[in-house]
């Protein structure tokens, strides 16, 4: 299985962006798939995530009314769209995939055992 993210760029302060992760492989024993961010210096983020039997969606304090996490079951491809960008949100953005069932979702990295290559985001000022 791999995951393949893209959409990353750099963008002006108040812009927007989508980032797609592209899904190949087994995925009927994905529970959750996840954004995080890592900046330079600092500990990988959670963004946000969603289960995918049911849709719901949960939403880092950072990340609440500016992201939103989607899917196209059809294209086996997870989206990562926002909004209102700040220099803030610049780092590298790593898709990921849970692949053991929870009654929640997890916002840990370590919940997560497959992941993507990450792509740039930098958003100037």
């Known amino acids: 299985v791999q995951l393949q993210a893209s959409g990353g760029g750099l963008v002006q302060a108040g812009g927007s962006l989508r980032l797609s992760c592209a899904v190949s492989g087994r995925t009927d024993d994905f529970y959750h798939m996840g954004w995080f961010r890592q900046a330079p210096g600092n500990e990988r983020d959670f963004v946000a995530a969603?289960?995918?039997?049911?849709?719901?969606?949960r939403y880092a304090d950072a990340a609440k009314g500016r992201f939103t996490i989607s899917t196209d079951n059809a294209k086996n491809t997870v989206y990562l769209h926002m909004n209102s960008l700040e220099p803030e949100d610049t780092a590298v953005y790593y898709c990921?995939?849970?692949?053991?069932?929870?009654?929640?979702?997890?916002?840990?990295?370590?919940?997560?055992?497959?992941w993507g290559q990450g792509t740039q985001v930098t958003v100037s000022s």
């Open positions: 969603i289960r995918l039997i049911s849709g719901n969606t």
């Open positions: 990921a995939a849970d692949r053991t069932f929870r009654a929640t979702i997890f916002t840990s990295p370590n919940s997560y055992d497959v």
